[in-house]
């Protein structure tokens, strides 16, 4: 199969700390990992791409001082929100791909509140 | 560039009714397509997706969709709906050929009555 782990599926911050968002291919490699964003009773917006061992590449708009992304592995991609506002506050979805075969598999999701 | 519009935001069937759930997508070329469900604050699992060959697509949990180019349509079917199947489903689009990273509609919400 095709599984991506994403950690953790809910958390609390309060305003101004930095939290971080991992994903994470578990049977395969993955060069490439995207983060999306997705308000409530809303479509996924595609935040940024994740690339293994170079910049990200952020959609237009997206603040890449506020959303930090580290792809330091071929299976590990992670998403720090910082200086978090309840703004942030919002359902952050991570996918990769593993082939042309399985297309784009979605981790569960996490879910960010800030107060 | 590619766009996806859902025209339904919430689609109310009885349990054991057929299901169709419309997509219409904007593209140039022959697109890729995918529907994904999403159960409530879960991620999104692939029910099928197409990219090329015979237009109607069989996918898991008894799904199916079916291409038609001269609409611009990739409606997504089910001849008899399970109380299970409420969640929100979306339509997406990629560009064919490449990484074709997927383009999302904005979600149908399925509610299905006992």
């Known amino acids: 199969g095709a599984v991506v782990s994403q950690h953790p599926s809910w958390v609390i911050c309060k305003s101004g700390t930095s939290v971080k968002i991992e994903c994470r291919s578990l049977?395969?490699?993955?060069?490439?990992m995207f983060w999306y964003r997705q308000f409530p009773k809303q479509s996924l917006m595609l935040m940024a791409t994740?690339?293994?061992?170079?910049?990200?590449?952020?959609e237009q708009g997206v603040e890449k001082d506020k959303f930090l992304i580290n792809h330091a592995s071929l299976t590990l991609s992670t998403l720090t929100v910082t200086s978090a506002h309840p703004e942030d506050s919002s359902f952050y979805i991570c996918?990769?791909?593993?082939?042309?075969?399985?297309?784009?598999?979605f981790g569960s999701g996490t879910r960010l509140t800030v107060v | 560039a590619q766009s996806v519009t859902q025209p339904d935001i919430h689609i109310t069937v009885s349990e054991g009714a057929s299901l169709e759930l419309r997509c219409n997508y904007s593209y140039g070329a022959t697109p890729y397509l995918f529907w994904y469900v999403q159960s409530p604050g879960q991620g999104l699992q692939l029910l099928l997706k197409y990219f090329s060959g015979d237009t109607l697509v069989q996918g898991i949990k008894g799904f199916e969709a079916e291409f038609k180019r001269s609409q611009s349509s990739f409606n997504l079917r089910k001849p008899s709906v399970h109380w299970s199947d409420a969640a929100e489903y979306f339509c997406?689009?990629?560009?064919?050929?490449?990484?074709?990273?997927?383009?999302f509609g904005r979600g149908t919400s399925l509610i299905v009555h006992p």
């Open positions: 994740s690339n293994e061992g170079s910049k990200a590449t952020y």
């Open positions: 997406a689009v990629g560009a064919s050929g490449g990484s074709y990273i997927p383009t």
């Open positions: 996918s990769a791909r593993r082939d042309s075969l399985y297309g784009y598999t």
């Open positions: 049977d395969f490699q993955a060069t490439t």
